[in-house]
């Protein structure tokens, strides 16, 4: 490759990361204000965390390419503090939310992540899916002069809904024709030019909020200093902190799936406590992973750190310098835009796995989305491992079988298979009969596997039955450390050095 030919690659790299960077800001400036007002927080707390957020984790995370900002699964949280406490406690509760986001990074407990089951992760895109699109319908109410609130109806609704299939056109059609700039930002630009050319009567950003300010003050929250505010402030941390983390480490692998590169979910987790503690400083109602803003700059093609700075000055700038001409844009715009991302979120193919796959992760993935819908994403996705570990646990217990035969010296072998553990040690037991085996009985653990000490208590607790009954039982293939913690069994073990396993039984003695 030439030089101008990689002049101009590198070229085209930054012009899609920084258009995508202005697409994904006006596509966050709606959500910032909702979710803002949602906390019962003024829009530019909001608008601040996204500034701030979106920066630091875009400049020094683990996921080049996501976007994070304020989130709505975060402020549905705050909700109740801010209520109760005020918002100097919130900013307070940030601070800490990102002390411990820094403390699991430095325990390195990002890795875990990974072992998050994948019907579980189609059950939170799904679920998100859903929500970012139910979520767009509160655009289409209007607020009464007495507080209350009624759907919108006749001219109003069909100029919307017109605008917002016009939008959804544009940015299905126009890669056909070129791609030069981002069919989001293009669907965005022309849906506004026509509407503040024509003078149509609709709602705009502007009617959320105003998002004029200046720049982000250094505040110290006002809270005492004691027991008392840890007391009410930790529980939120910590909650938060969860969501927070849930939220990014599943969107981050969610990324790494569709672009088949690895993201740092550590550095990942450093980058957006230390962002929270910041923005917390200054203004700002903290944040996390966006998986629908994310989805809009991924599917742009921008992958670098650049997009999502850029996404971070351009937000800035409109706070500064542009929110009159920002407030103009019609919400149907932005609408058009999520509902968009909401259809490319959702896995459509997961409709097509009823019968093909086994039934119990077709329920987990639907358990996930439907909890994910109705309560929140920490709760869905805990939900969703403990109850994929129930199923593993109870769909391996039943593997566990022996082969009975009897030997050359009249002995009774039982040839066990499968992995002994606390779920499967009921069974285990069931396969013996002690008062009716011969006198010499011979368990085989070459092709099993003893797995936890509940199985070594259960292997202690037959030999005790054996013994009670008179009988010689020998037990073989063991491995070494399981001879070790047998107390019942030392003299039933025949040793076999060639043969004997050399896996570790996993138990608290060994640690």
Same mark, same amino acid.
């Given at each position: 490759?030439?030089?101008?030919d990689?002049s ?5 790299? @930054?012009k *899609? ?5 202005l ?7 709606p959500?910032?204000i ?11 707390t909001?608008l601040y ?12 995370? &683990?996921?080049? &390419?996501?976007?994070? &900002?304020?989130?709505?699964?975060l ?5 109740? =503090?801010?209520? $109760?406490? &005020? ?13 411990l ?21 189609l ?46 056109a ?11 700039i ?9 849906v ?26 250094f505040?110290?929250?006002?809270? #005492?200093?004691?027991?008392?505010? /840890? ?6 941390? =910590? ?5 927070? /983390? ?8 969610? *990324?790494?799936e569709m ?5 740092? #979910?550590?550095?990942?987790?450093? +980058? ?19 998986i !629908? $803003?994310?989805m ?6 921008? /992958?670098?750190?650049l997009? !999502?700075i ?17 407030e103009m844009? #019609? ?7 999520m ?5 490319k ?29 109705v309560?929140? =994403?920490?709760? +869905?996705? @805990?939900s ?12 391996h ?17 039982y ?13 285990? $037991? ?40 008179g009988?010689? =039982?020998?037990?073989k ?7 070790e ?8 073990i ?6 004997d396993?050399k896996?570790?039984?996993?138990d608290?003695?060994?640690?």
């Open positions: 490759m030439s030089t101008l990689i101009r690659a590198r070229f085209d790299e @930054i *899609i990361n920084l258009l995508s960077g697409t994904v800001a006006l596509a966050m400036v959500e910032a909702a979710f803002a007002l949602i906390a019962h927080v003024s829009p530019l909001g965390a996204a500034v701030i957020v979106s920066f630091i984790t875009s400049a020094f995370g &683990g996921r080049p &390419g996501m976007i994070s &900002g304020a989130t709505g699964s402020a549905v949280v705050m909700v109740a =503090l801010v209520v $109760q406490h &005020g918002v100097e406690y919130l900013f307070a509760t940030i601070v800490l939310m990102g002390v986001q820094i403390l699991f990074a430095v325990a390195k407990l990002g890795k875990f992540i990974r072992m998050v089951p994948h019907p579980v992760m059950g939170f895109v799904n679920g998100l899916a859903i929500v970012i699109f139910l979520a767009q319908f509160g655009h289409f109410k209007t607020l009464n002069p007495d507080g209350t609130t009624t759907w919108m109806s006749g001219q109003p609704l069909y100029v919307m809904m017109a605008l917002i299939a016009l939008t959804v544009i940015i299905y059609l126009l890669p056909k024709l070129t791609k030069a981002p069919s989001t930002l293009a669907a965005i630009a022309s506004s030019i026509g509407v503040i050319y024509f003078g149509l009567d609709t709602k705009t950003v502007g009617d959320l909020g105003s998002i004029g300010g200046g720049l982000p003050a505040h110290i929250p006002t809270v #005492p200093l004691n027991l008392e505010t /840890l007391y009410i402030i930790f529980p939120y941390a =910590l909650i938060l902190a969860a969501v927070g /983390l849930i939220e990014t480490l599943l969107t981050l692998n969610l *990324i790494d672009t088949e590169t690895r993201g740092r #979910p550590n550095r990942e987790s450093m +980058a957006q406590g230390a962002a929270n503690i910041v923005t917390a400083f200054f203004g700002g109602m903290g944040g996390c992973a966006m !629908g $803003q994310s809009i700059n991924i599917n742009n093609g921008a /992958l670098k750190r997009s !999502g850029a996404t971070s000055v351009f937000l800035l700038s409109f706070i500064l310098f542009a929110s009159k001409w920002i844009i #019609p919400l149907a715009a932005l609408i058009g835009v509902f968009v991302v909401a259809e979120t959702f896995e459509w193919g997961t409709l097509h796995l009823f019968g093909k796959v086994p039934k119990q992760d077709v329920f987990v993935g639907l358990l996930v989305g439907a909890v994910t819908i309560a929140d =994403l920490a709760i +869905a996705v @805990i969703g491992v403990i109850v994929s570990a129930l199923v593993f646990a109870w769909e217990a039943k593997q566990i079988s022996v082969h009975a035969y009897t030997d050359e010296k009249g002995w009774k072998v040839a066990l298979n499968g992995s002994l553990f606390f779920a499967s040690i009921s069974h285990f $037991q069931s396969l013996f009969n002690p008062m009716q085996d011969t006198e010499h009985v011979v368990i085989d653990f070459k092709n099993a596997r003893v797995v936890d000490h509940s199985a070594l208590v259960a292997i202690d607790s037959l030999a005790s039955k054996y013994r009670a009954a009988k010689h =039982l020998h037990l293939h063991l491995s070494k450390d399981c001879q913690l047998l107390e019942n069994a030392k003299d039933m025949e040793v076999n050095l060639q043969e396993p896996y570790r039984v996993s608290d003695k060994l640690s």
